[in-house]
C-alpha cells in the first residue's frame, strides 16, 4: 500500500504567518490528493482536492499543490480559526490513506 | 440541502459486534460513494473503507477485511456499518462521509463515537 506522510507533525505560528504543510506519498499518485481541516472537536472538513482545487466556500487564503509524490498545503495569512489539525489523503486506489495529521497551534 | 445523520453512541463489551447507520438526505443517495472513517481517541484518521449505494460494491482497508461489512438500503437513503469481534483498540469515533468515485469526502456525518470495555 502506498503511505502517506506529513510534515511537520506540529507548527506553531502567528497571526498573519505564511504556513506550509508537506505530504509526501511513497509512490506517485498523480494528483489524486485531498486536504482536509479537523478543528478540535469536529468533524473533518474538505479543502482541497486534486491537489490543488478549492473546494467550494473555502477561503482563498488556503492553496495546494504538487503532483506525483510531493504535495504542499499552503495557508497565506494564518487566521486565528485556522488553529486546526490537517490531513492529507490520497485517492488514486483504495485504500484511501490518510497521512498522520498535522497540528497547526498559534504562538 | 446535503445532510448526513449518523446513528448515537454506543457501548459494547470486547469480542461483541457493532453496526452503525448513516442516513443520507438532499442528494440522490445511489450517485456517491459512502466512506467510512474511524479515529481513535487523540488520533488521526482512518479509513476504513467504501461501499457504492448502487450496487452495493465495498472495498475495505486490508486491515479490516473479514471483520466490517458496509450495506445499505436505498429505499431508505441508509448506509450501515458493521465491525464485528470488537476489541478496546476499536474504541473511536466513527465517521459516514460522501464522496465521488474521483476526489474528497465532501459531506461528512457528526461521528458515532463507539467504546468497547468490559
Known amino acids: 500500500d502506498i503511505q502517506m506522510t506529513q510534515s511537520p507533525s506540529s507548527l506553531s505560528a502567528s497571526v498573519g504567518d505564511r504556513v506550509t504543510i508537506t505530504c509526501r506519498a511513497s509512490?506517485?499518485?498523480?494528483?489524486?490528493l485531498a486536504w482536509y481541516q479537523q478543528k478540535p472537536g469536529r468533524v473533518p472538513k474538505l479543502l482541497i482536492y486534486?491537489?490543488?482545487t478549492l473546494q467550494s466556500g473555502v477561503p482563498s487564503r488556503f492553496s495546494g499543490s504538487g503532483s506525483g509524490t510531493d504535495f504542499t498545503l499552503t495557508i497565506s495569512s494564518l487566521q486565528p480559526e485556522d488553529v486546526a489539525t490537517y490531513y492529507c489523503q490520497k485517492y488514486n486506489t483504495v485504500p484511501r490513506t490518510f497521512g498522520q495529521g498535522t497540528k497547526v497551534e498559534m504562538k | 440541502q446535503v445532510q448526513v445523520v449518523q446513528s448515537a453512541a454506543e457501548v459494547k463489551k470486547p469480542g461483541a459486534s457493532v453496526k452503525v447507520s448513516c442516513k443520507a438526505s438532499g442528494y440522490t443517495f445511489t450517485d456517491y460513494y459512502i466512506h467510512w472513517v474511524r479515529q481513535a481517541p487523540g488520533q488521526g484518521l482512518e479509513w476504513m473503507g467504501w461501499m457504492h449505494p448502487s450496487g452495493g460494491g465495498t472495498s475495505y482497508a486490508q486491515k479490516f477485511q473479514g471483520r466490517v461489512a458496509m450495506t445499505r438500503d436505498t429505499t431508505i437513503s441508509t448506509a450501515y456499518m458493521d465491525l464485528s469481534r470488537l476489541t478496546s483498540d476499536d474504541t473511536a469515533v466513527y465517521y459516514c462521509?460522501?464522496?465521488?468515485?474521483?476526489?474528497?469526502?465532501?459531506?461528512w456525518g457528526q461521528g458515532t463515537l463507539v467504546t468497547v470495555s468490559s
Open positions: 509512490q506517485g499518485i498523480s494528483n489524486y
Open positions: 462521509a460522501r464522496g465521488p468515485w474521483s476526489g474528497g469526502a465532501d459531506y
Open positions: 486534486s491537489a490543488s
